[in-house]
């Protein structure tokens, strides 16, 4: 089933007072006042956009098992994973419309809420993609960082300068390395795709499911003020991925409650084998 964003952390954290090496972190406060909260334990997001209902209880099955685990995971790396990074919109997505995609704030006298958080970061902001009008779903904010979410999780990964940054989206089932904003190729787009290969190719052994991997605005479509442009370009993360989890029916957003096992199952097969490789081309 999926969660409320209470649930959400009330699960994390008794998972974590079970070891002594994990804790949960405040990154930040979203716009209606609820904790971001996140577990330091590679540094991934989930929830950006609130109707992604896939991606918030893939996260919290990758914290539970790199937590659980017997395999020294907390011996490779520290981890900061963050469920749900828009909480207001996700419980919106609850209450109120289950489609909903931003956050929640207000900003000008228009009626209608809400910043495509994917849009309000700091990297070509505004320039493809993007929308000026608040009434839109890809409303961009009046400015970068506009957003209590996003300056949240702008500080985090400046003050982890994570070697690896994953943002979870859906659907796809795509694995999307930069440029969002340019069709053009980042310096390390080998290292990316290669990676990014092995990913899919253990992914598919699970389920069948089938990732296509390649740059975010070759696969997908050009658009700007992503977190993952900017992580790449700005808090120059080495490896960043932006992960669209599979679609379960056409179209849409809505998993049936019989795939969440599959789903998270795949997808964290899919976190392991990540985590191998940049352990392995970057572990100490
Ligand atoms: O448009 C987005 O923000 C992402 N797709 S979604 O359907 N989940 O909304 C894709 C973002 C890919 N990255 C960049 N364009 N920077
Ligand atoms: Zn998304």
């Known amino acids: 089933y999926f969660p409320r964003y209470q649930e959400i952390r009330n699960f994390i954290k008794a998972l974590v007072n079970k070891r002594k090496y994990s804790r949960m972190i405040k990154i930040g406060t979203s ?34 098992n790199v937590v659980e ?43 209608c809420k809400g910043v495509d958080l994917n849009r309000n970061f700091d990297s070509h902001w505004g320039e493809f993609r993007s929308e000026k009008n608040p009434c839109t779903e890809i409303y ?15 500080d985090s990964i400046l003050k982890y300068k994570p070697v690896a940054y994953v943002t979870i989206h859906s659907f796809g089932p795509l694995l999307l390395y930069p ?44 658009s700007s003020g992503g977190s993952d442009d900017w992580a790449y370009d700005e808090a ?14 056409k179209n849409s957003f809505i998993v049936p409650k019989k795939y969440i096992k599959p ?16 352990y392995e081309k970057y572990g100490v």
């Not at 330091?40 to 996260?59: M, P, Q, Y």
């Not at 963050?82 to 009626?111: A, V």
């Not at 120059?236 to 029916?249: C, F, K, R």
């Open 31 to 64: 716009y209606e006042g609820r904790p971001i909260y996140g577990v330091e334990v590679f540094f991934i997001d989930a929830g950006i956009h609130a109707r992604e209902w896939a991606t918030h209880i893939s996260a919290l099955y990758i914290i539970k």
């Open 69 to 111: 685990s017997e395999e020294k995971f907390a011996d490779m790396m520290t981890f900061v994973i963050i469920p749900c990074l828009n909480p207001d919109g996700y419980e919106y997505s609850h209450t109120t419309d289950r489609l909903w995609r931003k956050s929640m704030s207000l900003h000008t006298t228009s009626q």
């Open 140 to 154: 961009g904010g009046p400015e970068p960082f506009s957003e209590s979410e996003t300056s949240a999780l702008r």
């Open 179 to 222: 440029y969002g904003y340019t069709k053009d190729l980042p310096p390390n787009w080998r290292t990316l795709h290669r990676i990014a290969t092995k990913t899919a190719q253990n992914i598919e052994k699970v389920n069948g499911t089938n990732y296509v991997v390649g740059s975010a605005a070759r696969v997908l479509y050009v």
């Open 236 to 249: 120059e993360v080495p490896i960043v991925y932006t992960m669209e989890l599979p679609e379960y029916e």
């Open 263 to 278: 789903l998270i199952t795949e997808t964290y097969v899919g976190f392991a084998t990540l985590l191998q490789n940049i």
